[in-house]
């Protein structure tokens, strides 16, 4: 796996000229899941798993990126941008494309990049190489592309070209990130608000289930159309309403009967989800993470029985801890269907915890079990800037 230090000699190696070392990084969430698309509330943070580059402009227009951690290349010049075969280019010529329809004038570019984010695991790799390169760019072509443009920027880029319907969370935190801190944002408004995550005697501990199923995009983007379906039906009465954002749970009661159980019970857990999130910052605030912890079962179980992006894996992985009462909380996270569950493990105890949950679901699944002991870090930011790499 790569790390800073071999994606710069890597680097050199191939073009021999100083480039810009940058440190784009995956994500967590506390709590807030599926919410982000249905203009709701969620509470990442960027974590030290991440993905590094090194990068410089050319004086012509042709693009020549190497992915460290799978020894590819690809080509292609800024004035024939089109999608690749290979997938992973998608993500990087995706933001090539965004500059090019908002007409930034930019060269041609070196770029090496890789790093220990794993794939796949739902820690949001995708967002770290799109916003990394966003960031890297605008900085290398002197831009002048504000962050937040960056975030929107790097979000269209995934919708558009790669083709996931994602929200903007894992932008928004890959670029907004801050040591130790969780960031609720607003989706709707976009405003944001750090709120400090620092337990000396907790960990954030991810249990990888090793799954990932092909359903997982599909899926994705039938759950926006039912929540879509929800808001369309209730728009009939209340024109007003945008989006689930604007629908209190006393409203979706009154409709369980005018809409079908299915679209019910996926409008019912994004209301019930942004309401566990504003209690669950206020309890953030007043260190009171057992509430936090309560809290995020209640998310899995709306995740498992409402929304239905859970699988046996993941649900498995959260029932285990309820046996332990050195986690205070647990819930699967991100889009479902396989990738990580989010713990929180009393820090002396996380050694032992991690190696019977191995040993438990390898029984059960047959699958070793990876697990991360991370901890909250800082958005994307420069690691070491040449002049020279710059234009
Ligand atoms: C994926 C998407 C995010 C968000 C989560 C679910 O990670 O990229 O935008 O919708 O799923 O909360």
Redesign the pocket.
Known sequence: MANVQSIEKKFRELFNENPLILRSPGRV?II??????NMGF?LPGAIDKAIYFAIAPRTDNKCFLYAYDINDNYEFSIDDVKRSDKNWANYLIGIVDQLNKNEYKINGFNCVFGGDIPIGA?L?S??AIEAGLAYALNYIFDLKIDKLDLVKLSQKS?NEFVG?K?????QYINIFGEENKVLKIDCRSLEYEYIPFEFKNISIVLFNTGVSHSLASSE?NQRRKECKEGVQIIQKDFPDTQSLRDVTLEMIYDYKNKMPEKIFNRCKYVVEENNRLLKACDALKKKDLPTVGNLMYQTHEGLSKDYEVSCKELDFLVELTKNEDRIFGARMM???FGGCTINLIEKNDVNDICNFFAERYKRKFGIELKYYITSINKGTSFIKVYEDATI
């Not at 807030?32 to 698309?37: A, F, Q, R, V």
């Open positions: 969430n807030g899941e599926h919410t982000d698309y969620v739902g949001s995708s967002a995934e996931v994602c929200g903007i969370m894992d994705y991100g889009g479902g």
